[in-house]
């Protein structure tokens, strides 16, 4: 379309212009078309054809490398945290292989499912994409309907519409890629409609659903919804292959096959008697063991380490208080106070220079913590509550001088200009 317009323009008419200066107008008008098509986004959405362009030869190659044919099955994995979109598709063995991993380019919300309409949450959960939710006239280049809200959702009363896949980089609920991402994304999906593949699933986790992410999150309240993600994420890790979706009391099962032939799952009602391939149960359940204790594992040392940090805080705002509260005592009180000091939690002997200036009244000016900790440590009086702190925490160094015990403490009507900020 740039090219159209350069041409059809007419300061471009090849058959007025001399067969030199022609040459160079064509130069000019091609370098000029280059930088246009670069800055204008809106320039790669605009080809009437977007819906049937084929994948791009990267794509291509990677799929003959990984022995996948052109129509075969897809399957897309999404995570929030790590801002990234997994496409995977079915080899010629019947096993899914990582094709492209993609960078998010917008999401809205935080980690967690979506509840209901207008919180700009992007969904999380196990959802089927058919034919019917492709969108080749999207106003966002192309685009491709989660199916928001599933049977899962709808069970949990949960709200909300038009939560896609697209293009343009914009997100409010969505999951927004740039217009050449889901160029490819949108044509992989189309290619495998066409070989025969009559949904395919889009999986989104708030993360990659390992024990370690899971110990991170560990006081999330969204963390029981997670650990049911996770079983479905196993299930996929396992077999390579996309598990089959059922909801009954109101929760996701992964390949579970009624015992009695034809009873169905409903949503909100009690799950049928089922079955799981004994062979994928057992190794589901053993990877999930080992998942569990390296989860139990890591939580106790991460619980240990914020009970330890909690404790550390304590003391220095005990500390704080102590040190904080003395400079405003009477003389009397500040050497009880002072004798009280060494009973605090141990803290490194920089603590009076954070503390000082934190005390009540005194003046927030560069220089003022240095100054109002080490201006005691001149006096040999020895009745200032910070200068008996750092003779009973520092006992090395020279002893203080009975020289000049009479002199108190040297005011200054001075006061430092504030520094820019």
Not at 56 to 83: G, H, Q, V, Y
Not at 146 to 168: E, F, I, K, Q
Not at 219 to 234: I, R
Not at 272 to 287: E, L, T
């Amino acid at each position: 379309m740039v090219f159209g317009r350069l041409f059809a323009s007419p300061t471009v008419r090849m058959r007025n212009l001399p067969r030199g200066r022609s040459t160079v107008r064509i130069g000019a008008a091609l370098l000029v078309a280059g930088f246009l098509a670069g800055c204008q986004g809106d320039e790669f959405s605009a080809s009437p054809n977007k819906a049937n362009l084929p994948v791009s030869a990267s794509l291509k190659r990677k799929m003959s490398d990984l022995n996948m044919s052109l129509t075969s099955p897809i399957m897309i994995r999404i995570f929030k945290e790590d801002s990234k979109l997994e496409v995977w598709k079915q080899a010629k063995d019947g096993k899914f292989k990582l094709l492209e991993d993609y960078e998010i380019c917008k999401w809205s919300g935080k980690l967690g499912p979506k509840f209901k309409e207008g919180d700009r949450q992007a969904p999380e959960g196990f959802y089927e994409i058919t034919p019917a939710l492709m969108n080749p006239n999207s106003s966002y280049h192309l685009a491709f309907n989660l199916g928001y809200p599933n049977t899962y959702d709808r069970a949990h009363g949960r709200t909300g519409s038009h939560l896609m896949v697209h293009g343009a980089c914009s997100s409010r609920g969505c999951y927004a890629m740039t217009d050449e991402q889901v160029q490819d994304i949108y044509s992989l999906a189309r290619d495998s409609f066409k070989g025969g593949q009559r949904s395919f699933q889009v999986q989104a986790f708030p993360f990659q659903m390992t024990p370690e992410n899971m110990a991170r999150h560990r006081n999330s309240p969204h963390l029981e919804y997670w650990q049911m993600l996770k079983t479905g994420y196993d299930h996929f890790e396992v077999t390579k292959t996309p598990p089959n979706i059922s909801v009954c009391e109101k929760k996701y099962v992964f390949d579970a096959v009624p015992l009695v032939e034809g009873v169905p799952f409903r949503a909100s009602g009690k799950c049928p008697d089922y079955q799981v391939n004994p062979r994928i149960a057992s190794v589901i359940a053993a990877k999930q063991k080992r998942d569990n204790e390296k989860y139990q594992q890591l939580a106790s040392r991460l619980d240990a380490r914020e009970e330890r940090q909690k404790r550390w805080d304590e003391r220095s705002n005990a500390l704080a208080e102590v040190l904080g509260g003395g400079e405003e005592e009477t003389p009397a009180t500040e050497t009880a106070t002072a004798a009280a000091a060494p009973a605090a939690p141990e803290a490194p002997v920089e603590q009076p220079q954070q503390t000082a200036d934190a005390a009540p009244g005194a003046i927030k000016r560069p220089g003022a913590a240095v100054e109002n900790a080490y201006a005691a440590q001149e006096q040999s009086g020895g009745g200032s509550s910070v200068g008996s702190f750092f003779k009973r925490w520092v006992p090395f160094g020279a002893k203080a001088s009975d020289e000049g015990a009479g002199v108190g403490p040297i005011a200054t009507e001075a006061v430092p200009a504030a520094k820019p900020e």
